[in-house]
């Protein structure tokens, strides 16, 4: 079973002009990924209108709904 969370914030809270951020956890110095079971999405609705990457439109319109 795989766990998502889902983080829709009104405020930058990552440093990156994306409105959707995916993250896992990995080990810092190796980079080896701790597990597959575990990600973390971040849409943050300040950066809608500013860099969508194509693959998030359906994303992006169901949030604008």
Do not use: W, Y
Not at 1 to 11: D, E, Q, W
Not at 19 to 47: M, P, Q, W, Y
């Amino acid at each position: 079973m795989k766990t998502i969370t889902v983080n829709i914030v009104n405020f930058n809270c990552i440093d990156n002009d994306k409105a959707h951020n995916v993250f896992h956890i990995r080990e810092d110095s190796a980079g080896i990924i701790l597990t597959d079971v575990l990600e973390i999405h971040f849409l943050e609705l300040t950066k809608l209108n500013e860099n969508v990457e194509d693959k998030d439109v359906e994303l992006i319109d169901c949030l604008c709904f």
